[in-house]
Each structure stands twice: as C-alpha cells, then as structure tokens.
C-alpha cells in the first residue's frame, strides 16, 4: 500500500484541504509525508484571494510551520522547495513525486477558474494526467477549512475494461487497511444517453439497439458479480450495482445512495482539450464531485 505521501501546497487556505486526509492516511498507513512547493514563475502575489508563496524562503518558512502546527510528531515529514522558477507547476508537481519517491499525491481540488480553467485542465486535473502515482483529490470544505477524511464506504465504478481494474486493485488495498466496504457501480446507457455514432444508430435501429443495451446489462451485472465474489473471497465487504444512464450522473448518484467517501477511479490521464473532446468523466467528476476522489493511473495490460 502507499508508504510516502505528497502533498503539494501554495500557502493559501484552499490548498490546505487534503491536510487532514494526509494525516488520516499517514497513521493508518505508517506513512511519511513529503510536503513541496514548487515557485512558479511570474507567480501572482495572491490566488483565490489569499497570499501565493512566491520565493523559496517564504515557502521553506511556511511548510516548516504546517509541519509543525499540522502533524502528529508520529509522522515523519520533511519539507521540499524547488527553487529554480518553473512555467508548469503541475509538470513539476508529478516530477517530483517520482523524484522522490512517492507513492501517492494528496492535494487540493481548487486551481484557476473559468473558461480557460475548464478547458485546458486545472492544476489537479492536469496532475493527474501527468503523475504515474495515484492522485487523491480532496474538494475544500466551505471557507477553505480542512475537510474530515474518512475511509469507510468506497465506491469503485468500471466499465468492463481491464486496464480500468487497477482502480479496483488500489481500493481493495485500502479496503484491508480501513475496513471498508466496497460498492461496485457499472453505467450501462440508455437510447436516450448514447453519443456520437451510437446514438446515430440508435435512432436508426431503435429495437435492435435497445436489446443489445439489454444484453449489455446482463453481461454487467455478471461482471461486477464476479469482481465482488472476488472481494469477499479476500474478506473485504462488497456489493455490485447496475444502473442505466449516462455514466457521470450515474456514478454521481451512486455517490448519494451508498453515502461514499471515497471514489476510487482509473483514469487514462486525459487532460485538457483531449479530455473536454473525449468527453472524459474524470474532468466531470473533479468538478461536480464533493467527495475525495482517487484517481489511480490505468495502465494497459501485456
């Protein structure tokens, strides 16, 4: 399981969210914790209406202070300032975390807003398309206080594909450490939900579409059904959902029914404009989301 965590900050508030999931995860974990600040260039003095850190001893000074006032003296931690100005802050972030050698990046959701954010991917989106580490995404709770973490109730929601399964190896690991139960979720889409050329066809062949969407929920529910009999074979709590729709609002949904506090989902990495034209969820979900989010890396198989 995870054994070093990353997490970057800014100085701001906002940027302080995930702290109290670092610190949950550090002692269930036996954990160390790296937390890093990269300088950006041309850095603006403020972000989101708090101060930005803008050179290296101001950042040293602070991520010596939230070590300090943040984490228990059980829980190693050391700080990292990269000094030298970089152009790409989320680049950086995902360097470093293989630079040195972590395993999992904890960081807020907040990044620069409005249309050019939603297009070319915010700071935790583009992240995560970088990192080959998990990224946990933890949304700020209202007036940027640290949100509570909890681990008890995942949801885990596939799609038939393989490389997609690594999200699901990632949650049953923390599944043992935590206890927790895992709910399985597959979207199956309806006439209405389809896009692109199968929504072309289903206007053409409405029937015959209709019983293959049908013949896909069953094949569905005989998937999750074997990945949760598999769970509980290694005694880890699992249930398996079925829904018809469309995938985000599917998910979404699930997220209210289950009372999940933690989504754990395997992602391609698709950032900016490949994302927004793929129609990707991820970006979706980071978004309209309030639950932490996990995002592991989905690698291919063979």
Known sequence: MFTHLLVPLDGSRLAEAPLSAAVSLALALNATVTLIHAVERDAPHEIHGERHLTGPQEARDYLGDVAARVFPPQIPVTAHVHGDAVKDVARSIAEHAVELGADLIVMCTHGRGGLRG???????????????????????????AQTAFSCQRMLAPLDGDPDHEEGLKVAAGLANVCGAKITLVMAVHTL???????????????????????????????????RSSSLQAKGILSSARVRRGNPVSVILDSLEETRADLLVLATHGKTGMDAFWSGSATPNLTMRSTVPLLLVPARKNG
């Not at 297009?119 to 933890?138: C, E």
């Open 118 to 144: 939603f297009m070319y991917g915010r700071v935790s989106q583009q992240v995560s398309g970088f990192a080959t580490a998990p990224v946990l995404l933890i949304s700020p709770a209202a007036g940027g």
């Open 192 to 226: 209405s939900t389809l896009s692109g050329e199968n929504a072309a066809t289903a206007r053409m062949l409405p029937r015959t579409t209709h019983a293959l969407l049908d013949i896909a929920e069953k094949e569905a529910e005989k998937y999750l059904g074997e």
